[in-house]
């Protein structure tokens, strides 16, 4: 019997390996043509996309890096994805996690060995509180959890901006960001001359924790549950409201761990205005391919963030324009959340076969 | 005549089919399909029959064994080429689009145009005459989300006829249907036959299978047992291939004389648009006793039943367990005060399709220290639970990991069963128990109904089938538009007849009369 279940479970990680791998080699193709196109030298450039992250020790240190956030940021979105929340509000909760941590590093505990784990603490209830709130407007008075993290994530990046601006920044200065923090308040680098610090161990702590979270607590089980079905949740006795709430929340606290990260870590040292530049939006993406399974998560960030430093790169060394890393990452979103609703077997039959487009009809109805 | 002409209209050879978790569901399954004919497929749950058919509609592939429509052989990959060549299907648990009205969801797909744009009056008209001409009564214009299970059925049914099925397969269609629907189902499919149209109907209950259908096949664990014609046989013969052994429907009741669990006291109930939908109602039901709520769906017995369960909110009156009030309680403290309740709807309340077996059989007892100490799972106890419970309620699935959703029907509702009556309860809320139940299941869990009356619980039970509340209840009430309208004893005197004239508000009760049945 327990058999019969481990063959299944190979049987299922091996159907998503090969998804994954799959829209992986599909998306670089996609890239390959583009690159054909707004080129001069595409070979170089394709070359670039595909090797640059791991020729130098540097490059590596940012890919890794950018692993560690898009893993944190994945896991929150996972988390709240599992109870079928739809909250995208992990920008914002980087954002307050972020000044959370800066204020610590700014003020004169900064200098101490407190920074940063104060720092961490600080950020993760901020973001707690960001996630908190669209999670009680669902709950007490019923408000759209989307709309309401998205609002929020506006209020968060503005007030940043603004805090930059008035309040962080050394006077008279033009900068648009604070002064580097204390070295008591940056975060150690595990391996030297490298971005790579202990964010990647806050960042793995992080999917154990979220697995175990899920997997081995009853108010796991509970969160997954009302994931699948609410109305049966509600039927068996379980709290929903409680769990919707506590799980965004809890999401949140993983949101202002990544803006601790960013801000703390050595890439930074400091809060700059648009720090963040959209990677906790792509954590949504590292969720969907990871199918909110935290321990897959890292999986697709090494995967995803491999991609994302090579296009980078690619921007810089050669003449193709950094926006195609756009292109891909639409290309790879629209590959992998088709593959994972549409059998592909079916979709092929669909494109091949003339068939009468559906949207013509929900146009109708509309 | 020509071999075309003797070749049945739709056949299967040796289909073998094995699903991705190991379970062999079809193994080397034959059966031949005459054109005008009902055809029925009977088995017990998890016999196969469901994805025989999804194989016919092209939904899932057979492994093996080979499809002919009138003597060709053909391969469908999807259900579009099984549509294309003619098949409509009807599937257990329905897929409409619940916000789209009756007709867009029967048009979806294969709407009518003209030029570019969606022919709104033109859908609305064939939908019209395609109701009428098979007898198939729906409002086009109503939101399928507003139909009761009988009419979105139909809907189904219709969707399956405007593609042009000509062989129309129904997959326990019944099992949803008051008895009153069912007759109705069984008029449009005898216009549908008299049309030339050809139906693949499966059902559980044997009475329904020999009224309808011309031929029957008989499936048993994943193989086709035989084929027999519906004049030449009888419920037993049916039964005896089913399941293999002897198998009797009667229930053997102690007497009882319990103290008061459940008091419900002058209550009033209104729905979501705020009518009213239980009206004045008071019963009890004693420790040791069934109490069978008969009435035809929609005059508040369901609402009652929720109400009680803590679901559904409560406009006036007094509910109380042991004689304390239960309305200030939610769910979860009512079923620590020895609440279980088995739901009308598996799919929609009763499970979580997407978690595991283990998982949903321990769904309402997350804060047991049993299950969960300190917050933390004890994965080696739940799935222990798992299975002793599978194995005590004989639930057929390959492993407590398995997920529920990959269990036929009525499995499910064994799952359902089976978590509700792990612990003896004191009260037992109970909807539809054998509801897309086979027969040896049914004799199963009306055994232990009874049993976990005979222990002590007090069991209050609503069911569209009225032998089934007969077999079983100590007490009836009748419910009519809210209210009780009569109460019975059971006796052998009493016949679905006298129920079903009083669920249609045709004969009435003296209050002396109700009154002494109340109590
Ligand atoms: N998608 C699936 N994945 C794995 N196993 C499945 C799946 N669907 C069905 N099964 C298994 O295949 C067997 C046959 O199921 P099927 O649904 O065909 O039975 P059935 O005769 O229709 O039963 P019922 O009368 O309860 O509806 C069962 O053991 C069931 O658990
Ligand atoms: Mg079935």
């Known amino acids: ?366 | 005549m020509t071999t075309e002409n003797m070749a049945p209209l739709l056949q299967a050879i040796g289909i073998s089919k094995t699903y991705p978790g190991g379970v062999v569901a079809n193994d080397n399954v034959n059966i031949a399909v005459n054109a005008g004919e009902v055809h029925a497929v009977v088995g017990e749950n998890g016999a196969g029959k469901s994805t025989l058919m999804k194989i016919l509609f092209g939904v899932e592939q057979a492994d093996s064994g080979e499809l002919r429509l009138v003597g060709e052989q053909v391969r469908f990959g999807s259900p579009r080429a099984a549509i294309n060549a003619g098949i409509g299907m009807v599937f257990q648990h329905f897929s409409l689009v619940p916000s789209f009205s009756a007709y867009e969801n029967i048009v979806l797909g294969s709407e009518p145009r003209s030029g570019i744009r969606f022919d709104r009056r033109k859908a609305i008209e064939e939908v019209r005459a395609l109701s009428a001409r098979f007898r198939l009564h729906v409002d086009p214009l109503q939101p399928v989300r507003q139909l009761p299970v009988g009419q979105q059925q139909r809907v189904e049914i219709l969707k399956a006829l405007y593609r042009g099925g000509r062989i129309l397969i129904l997959d326990e269609p019944t099992a949803v249907l008051t008895p009153q629907e069912v007759t109705e189902l069984f008029s449009a499919i005898r216009a549908l036959v008299a049309q030339g149209r050809t139906v693949i109907f499966i059902a559980h209950k044997l009475p329904e299978v020999l009224e309808i259908s011309s031929r029957i096949t008989v499936m048993r664990g994943g193989k086709t047992i035989g084929e027999i014609e519906t004049k030449d046989a009888t419920e037993q013969k049916l039964a005896n291939m089913m399941v293999g052994r002897e198998v009797t429907l009667r229930v053997e009741r102690k007497p009882y004389n319990g103290k008061v669990t459940l008091a419900v006291n002058r209550l009033s109930l209104m729905n979501e648009l705020r009518a009213t939908v239980c009206d004045d109602v008071s019963l009890t039901v004693r420790s040791g006793e069934i109490v069978g709520l008969a009435g035809v769906a929609g005059n508040g017995q369901a609402e009652l039943i929720e109400a009680i369960a803590g679901l559904r909110s409560v406009a006036g009156g007094d509910i109380a367990i042991g004689g304390e009030s239960i309305l200030p309680l939610g769910v979860r403290a009512r079923r620590g005060k020895g609440m279980a309740s088995i739901p009308e709807d598996r799919i929609s309340q009763g499970l979580a399709l997407g978690a595991s077996v283990a998982e949903n059989l321990v769904a309402t007892r997350l804060d047991d220290r049993l299950f969960a100490r300190g917050g933390l799972l004890d994965l080696g106890e739940m799935r222990a639970n798992a299975e002793r419970l599978i194995e005590r309620f004989s639930i057929r699935i390959d492993g407590p990991n398995a997920l529920a959703a990959t269990l036929s029907g009525g499995n499910m509702q064994k799952v359902v069963v089976a978590r509700e009556l792990s612990e003896q309860p004191r009260l037992l809320l109970v909807s539809q128990p054998t509801r897309g139940v086979d027969l040896g299941s049914t004799q199963f869990i009306w055994r232990i109904l009874t049993e976990t009356r005979n222990a002590g619980a007090a069991v209050l039970l609503s069911s569209a089938d009225l032998s089934e509340l007969l077999a079983l209840s100590d007490r009836l009430m009748v419910f009519y538009r809210g209210r009780i309208v009569a109460a019975f004893r059971n006796s052998d005197e009493l016949t679905t007849e006298m129920l079903g004239a009083c669920m249609l508000g045709l004969s009435r009760q003296s209050p002396e009369e109700m009154r002494a049945a109340l109590a």
């Open chain 1, 1 to 366: 019997m327990s058999e019969a279940a481990t063959t299944r479970r190979w049987a299922v990680l091996r159907r998503e390996t090969g998804r994954a791998l799959g829209a992986a080699i599909i998306a670089l193709a996609v890239a390959f043509l583009i690159i054909l196109f707004s080129s001069k030298t595409p070979l170089q450039a394709f070359a670039t996309l595909t090797t640059a992250p791991i020729t130098k020790v540097r490059t590596v240190g940012l890919w890794i890096d950018d692993v560690a956030k898009l893993t944190v940021a994945g896991l929150a979105y996972s988390l709240v994805f599992q109870a079928r929340q739809f909250a995208l509000g992990v920008q914002g909760q980087v954002y307050v996690g972020a000044l959370a941590a800066s204020y610590i590093a700014l003020s004169p505990l900064g200098q101490t060995w407190c920074a940063i784990p104060l720092g961490i603490v600080c950020a993760m209830a901020g973001g707690a509180l960001w996630g908190f709130l669209p999670g009680i407007a669902k709950a007490r008075l019923g408000a759209n959890e989307i709309v309401s993290s998205l609002m929020l994530n506006y209020v968060a990046i503005e007030l940043a901006n603004y805090l930059i601006r008035v309040d962080l920044t050394t006077p008279n200065s033009r900068l648009l960001s604070t002064a580097p923090f204390p070295s008591t308040a940056v975060f150690p680098a595990l391996i030297p001359n490298t971005r790579i610090d202990i964010g990647l161990i806050f960042a793995l702590t992080s999917v154990v924790a979220v697995w175990f979270a899920l997997y081995r607590t009853s108010w796991g089980l509970k969160l997954r549950l009302v994931g699948h079905n609410s109305r049966f949740a509600q039927y068996a006795g379980i709290k929903e409201a409680f769990i919707i709430v506590s799980a965004m929340a809890a999401s949140g606290a993983l949101g202002g761990l990544l803006g601790a990260m960013f801000v703390e870590g050595r890439s930074f040292g400091k809060l700059a205005v648009s720090f963040e530049g959209n990677l906790a939006f792509e954590g949504l993406l590292i969720a969907i391919v990871a199918r909110n399974r935290p321990l897959a998560v890292p999986v697709a960030a090494l995967f995803y963030g491999y991609l994302r430093q090579g296009a980078q790169l690619m921007s810089i060394r050669t003449d193709v324009p950094s926006e195609i890393i756009v292109i891909v990452t639409a290309v790879i979103i629209l590959l992998v959340a088709s593959s994972y609703s549409v059998k592909p077997r079916a979709m092929l039959a669909a494109i091949t076969r003339s068939s009468r487009p559906a949207r013509t009809h929900v146009e109708a109805v509309k």
